[in-house]
């Protein structure tokens, strides 16, 4: 049973730039959350989808956005990059119903240049 | 302030022993707890998921919860150096959909 899975692993784009990342969920899990992690930080949370709408989102700019695909995929866009947006950036999922556990990928790193 | 408090560590301990670790919280909504293992260059992994006061154990490691203190803890008996990784506290508020993360504890065990 496949986990929770990312891609790419990792990135590098410049300044100004705009970024697309995947997430594949686990199977049986309809929730997707995405989060940015800045070194030696804890996560951060960006924004979570379900059933295809943003049901949450935490305090980021509009440049980043996102989507749910039918098949509960998701993708994270990052519009006009800065410097501060190198991190980890991390998908977890969850099974439906609230305050369920979040499962998570191991990440893409994103540097900018 | 932020809302959820973690000491940094690193936390240095020999092979065999517990290994404690804690977070505090200021919010009284927060009412679900979990705690996750980070490795170098992955994600986080569940360890434990708990929503009571008290102690949850699975194996080696024992989740507590006090939420009159608004105090969590993980320990983790008979620790082992493929423990050394980071230690996250996350917690969700009641019907939330995101959770609020400590900073994180590096934890290193030395054989």
């Known amino acids: 049973d496949a986990g929770v899975t990312q891609s790419p692993t990792h990135l590098i784009k410049t300044r100004g730039q705009q970024v697309t990342l995947r997430c594949s969920p686990k199977?049986?899990?309809?929730?997707v959350s995405w989060y940015q992690q800045a070194l030696g930080q804890g996560p951060q949370f960006i924004f979570q989808?379900?059933?295809?709408?943003?049901?949450q989102r935490g305090n980021f700019p509009d440049r980043f956005s996102g989507h749910q695909f039918p098949n509960y995929s998701s993708e994270l866009n990052v519009n006009a990059l800065l410097l501060g947006d190198s991190a980890l950036y991390l998908c977890?999922?969850?099974?439906?119903?609230?305050?369920?556990?979040?499962?998570f990928g191991d990440g893409t790193r994103l540097s900018i240049l | 302030q932020k809302e959820v408090e973690q000491d940094p560590g690193p936390l240095s301990v020999p092979e065999g022993a517990i290994v404690s670790l804690n977070c505090t919280y200021s919010?009284?909504?927060?009412?679900?707890f979990m705690w996750y293992r980070q490795y170098s260059r992955k994600g986080p992994e569940l360890l434990m998921y708990?929503?009571?006061?008290g102690n949850k154990e699975d194996g080696r490691f024992t989740a507590q919860v006090d939420k009159s203190s608004k105090y969590i803890s993980l320990f983790i008996r008979d620790s082992q150096p493929s423990d050394s990784a980071t230690y996250l506290c996350?917690?969700?508020?009641?019907?939330?959909?995101?959770?609020?993360f400590g900073g994180g504890t590096r934890v290193l065990v030395k054989p």
């Open positions: 989808y379900y059933e295809e709408e943003e049901r």
């Open positions: 919010n009284s909504a927060f009412q679900y």
């Open positions: 977890a999922s969850s099974p439906p119903g609230l305050n369920q556990p979040q499962h």
């Open positions: 708990t929503y009571s006061s």
């Open positions: 996350a917690l969700y508020k009641a019907a939330g959909n995101k959770l609020t």
């Open positions: 199977s049986g899990h309809d929730t």
